[in-house]
């Protein structure tokens, strides 16, 4: 059974700081890994990482695929409390079914 | 564009009643899915649409039926309300069927049964 497991499941951390989140799936026949960030509301798309994509960036925020080890991580740099939010992995592979973690909540504090 | 849009946004109902929830989305998008959040959890699937006309069951079909009424609309329905589907629904869409394409989510509908 296709399953994405997230860790940690929450994170407090301050304003400036680094974070990493991590994302480990088992699927069959992979197809891409999607980051999306939940404000409270509907998640909002940041990154989508296929076999052909393994690394994206936008900002302060990076993504990376290790299609070997079967895991992607998010990274997000000199944190502000606006990326104060859950934050979702989601894998689509071989059934076709977009399969979600239960997230990581990031709090930043001033 | 209003992208995706559900309604209602909040719903209380008791054990046993029936409701519909609505989506529709302006994108021309194919596809359309229903999830489910609870506290704690990942989004869920309930049911997918791949394009107009025809509805599959995703993870967690049970105590759901849902209508693709045309290319824009696609609804949810709870025939007999339980506590266990105290939950935020989701309503999605995307271009064509678990495309690498992204999929745009609606703001939510929060329901509780009582």
């Known amino acids: 059974e296709d399953k994405v497991v997230q860790s940690p499941l929450s994170l407090v951390v301050h304003e400036g700081d680094t974070v990493t989140l991590n994302c480990s799936y088992e699927?069959?026949?992979?197809?891409?890994l999607l980051w999306y960030k939940q404000e409270k509301k509907a998640p909002t798309f940041l990154f989508m990482l296929t076999s052909s994509g393994i690394e994206k960036k936008s900002g302060r925020l990076s993504s990376i695929l290790d299609k070997k080890e079967l895991f992607s991580i998010l990274n997000i740099t000199a944190t502000q409390t606006g990326d104060s939010a859950v934050y979702l992995c989601a894998h689509q592979g071989g059934s076709e079914k977009l399969v979600f973690g239960k997230g990581t909540k990031l709090t930043v504090n001033p | 564009n209003a992208g995706v849009t559900q309604t209602p946004k909040f719903q209380v109902l008791k054990t046993g009643q029936s409701m519909t929830l609505q989506c529709a989305q302006d994108?021309?998008?194919?596809?359309m899915y229903w999830y489910r959040q609870d506290p704690g959890m990942g989004l869920r699937l309930i049911y997918y649409s791949a394009s107009e006309g025809t509805t599959d069951k995703g993870e967690v079909p049970n105590g759901y039926n849902v209508s693709r009424l045309n290319k824009r609309e696609f609804s949810l329905r709870l025939e007999s309300a339980a506590p266990s589907q105290t939950s935020v629904y989701f309503c999605a869409s995307s271009d064509r069927v678990w495309s690498t394409d992204t999929q745009y989510f609606g703001p939510g509908t929060r329901l509780t049964v009582l």
């Open positions: 699927v069959t026949n992979f197809r891409s």
């Open positions: 994108m021309n998008h194919n596809s």
